[in-house]
Structures are given as C-alpha cells and as structure tokens.
Nanobody
Framework: QVQLVESGGGLVQAGGSLKLSCRAS????????IAWFRQAPGKGREFVAA????????SYPDSVKGRFTISRDNAKNTVYLEMNNLKPEDTAVYYC????????????????WGQGTQVTVSS
C-alpha cells in the first residue's frame, strides 16, 4: 500500500514557475513508478509526466515537454514536478499516482492516488 500527498500548488503568473512535491508513505516506494496527471474543470484527467521506479526513465506529453521536469528522491520517498514557463492552460488540479515498477501514460493503469493540489496560472 502506498499513500501519496501532493504539495506546492498555488497561484502564479504566466511565465512563472512552480515546483510540486509528491511525498509517499511505505517502505516499497522505490519499487513504484510515479506519474503526475492534471484535471481542469470540465475536462478529463491528462497525463503530465512520469518516472520509472529507478528514476532512469521519464516521459512527457508534447504539451509540457521542455517546460516540465519530473524527478525522484527515493531516500526521501518524494517525487518532484518542476514546472517552468507556465501558461494559463496549465491551470488544473495536479495529482500524483503510483503503480508498480514501470510508468504508463493512461491514468487507468495507476493504483494509488493523492488528493491533488491546485495550480492556477493567471494571464
């Protein structure tokens, strides 16, 4: 079992930056892939970034590639999402999620979810 808690959301102007954190409980954190998804009002859950259990493999959709960076610190049971050059269309609730070993981009493949953190980008 893995419990996830996100933090770091907030209000930022377009072009600004935020760094989200996803802290996990459980001694097996290092065996889980972690992903970030987001959901804007009236829209579906969108894949944002993922990192495999080892940290050696990451993936991003084109919409955030070059602006967002995912990383993990297994010693701290924490995954980070650094977001730069934020745009108003990045406004959403951001969730982290966990699944064993290898990352996927489909939210239905993830077993554990955090409660989400709001990111609002003003124009």
């Amino acid at each position: 079992q893995v419990q996830l808690v996100e933090s770091g959301g907030g209000l930022v102007q377009a072009g600004g930056s935020l760094k989200l954190s996803c802290r996990a409980s459980g001694r097996t954190f290092s065996t889980y892939a972690i992903a970030w998804f987001r959901q804007a009002p009236g829209k579906g859950r969108e894949f944002v970034a993922a990192v495999a259990w080892s940290g050696g493999s990451t993936s991003y959709p084109d919409s955030v590639k070059g602006r967002f960076t995912i990383s993990r610190d297994n010693a701290k049971n924490t995954v980070y999402l650094e977001m730069n050059n934020l745009k108003p269309e990045d406004t959403a609730v951001y969730y982290c999620a966990a699944r064993p070993l290898f990352a996927r981009s489909d939210f239905r493949d993830y077993d554990y979810w955090g409660q989400g953190t709001q990111v609002t980008v003003s124009s």
